[in-house]
């Protein structure tokens, strides 16, 4: 079954303003979800705009990240106000746990993205992490959510490495997707792995100027923004489970174990991941382009101040056994790593992560 799309996508100027008329449709008495301070106000406008129109509205913000500690706290409050709908308006982590606790509870979610970092407000997809932000796993819902408003005066509002952290996950889309899937002979998957590819291209051509100009009057930033926030989430829709993640995601989600002071965003680590990936497909697979393309993402992610190594992700490989942590986790038995059509086991890990991060291997 493919999941593909909202129900609805209202994007744009605006949008949210917009939304109104068919939040109104499905739901009287929802509960906003939220998390960070810093985008309260909006949330603030939301409750405002809607009981104006005679909505019950209940607010709550998670107090981690999508963890089932803050999830069963936010289930009781939407159980007993009797909630019939989630309006969840954030980042990834509040996108993930308003879409997760809707399935579970089988109500409406509406997907009110705040920044630009993530396509978690498109997708059948809740990534589940502990208190600490330490990833677990990640859990198919049973559908896309009912509508996603995505309103580009919020997301101009947004800090601009929420940006670039977003222009990251999307590059991973075609590294992932091209190496898991590209002797897939299903044309809805090759079609989708060609969408990936147009938008890392892109990426590539209007990025630096989106993060130069980061303002909904710049039209390379519109582009980006909705490539990041909705072409992202409409290939992982379109092309399903294995058009998703491999190592870049992989690695990532052993990165998040090790839980350096200042946390990057998500983002941040997969690009570092998706370096190593193409380490990984030069080394086991004989890639002769990967080190090319490793020079072209480097350069570009130099341009948009990313990070471009685990070192610079606040992580020191050679301290506390990190590395073996880093590289038994990639490989556990349920990893994306094992989409990758050749065989990897902990000690590639290891040598891929510790010759780069030692800059043995030139860039
Ligand atoms: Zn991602």
């Not at 999508?66 to 309006?87: P, Y």
């Not at 490495?161 to 992932?176: H, P, R, V």
Request: contains cysteine.
């Amino acid at each position: 079954m493919h999941l593909i799309s909202p129900s609805k996508v209202i994007k744009g100027r605006q949008a949210w303003l917009e939304a109104i008329p068919h939040i109104l449709k499905i739901t009287k008495s929802p509960l906003i979800l939220g998390r960070s301070q810093s985008t309260q106000n909006i949330r603030n406008q939301l409750a405002r705009d809607l009981t104006e129109k005679d909505v019950n509205v209940i607010s709550a913000n998670l107090e981690f990240d999508c963890c089932f500690e803050d999830l069963n706290r936010i289930r009781k409050l939407i159980v007993n106000n009797k909630c019939d709908a989630i309006i969840a308006s954030g980042g990834g982590k509040v996108l993930d746990a308003g879409k997760y606790l809707s399935d579970f509870l089988s109500i409406p979610c509406i997907t009110v993205p705040l920044s630009a970092s993530t396509c978690a407000g498109w997708t059948a997809l809740s990534n589940i992490y502990s208190t600490k932000g330490q990833f677990i796993s990640d859990i198919n819902l049973k559908s896309c959510p009912d509508i996603l408003v995505y309103d580009h005066d919020f997301i101009e509002q947004a800090p601009i490495n929420t940006l670039t952290s977003g222009i990251a996950d999307a590059l991973a889309k075609w590294y992932e997707s091209s190496i898991t899937s590209s002797s897939n002979n299903n044309g809805i998957i090759q079609q989708a792995i060609q969408i990936s590819r147009v938008l890392r291209d892109q990426l590539f051509i209007e990025g630096k100027d989106a993060y130069k100009n980061p303002t909904v009057y710049n039209s390379s930033w519109c582009n980006i923004v909705e490539g990041t926030g909705l072409t992202a989430g409409l290939i992982g829709g379109f092309g399903g489970e294995k058009c998703r993640t491999a190592a870049a995601h992989a690695i990532h989600n052993a990165i998040t174990q090790l839980m350096p002071k200042n946390k990057p965003l998500h983002g941040e680590i997969v690009g570092v991941g998706i370096l190593l990936q193409l380490k990984l497909e030069q080394l086991k697979n004989n890639n002769q382009l990967a080190n090319q393309s490793i020079k072209q993402l480097v350069r570009f992610m130099k341009d948009l101040n990313l990070p471009c190594s685990i070192a610079e992700l606040g992580i020191d490989v050679f301290e506390n056994d990190n590395l073996n942590k880093i590289a038994h986790f990639t490989c556990r038995e349920d990893s994306e790593i094992h989409f990758l059509p050749f065989k990897i086991i902990p000690s590639d890990i290891v040598e891929i992560i510790a010759s780069f991060e030692s800059k043995k291997i030139a860039l």
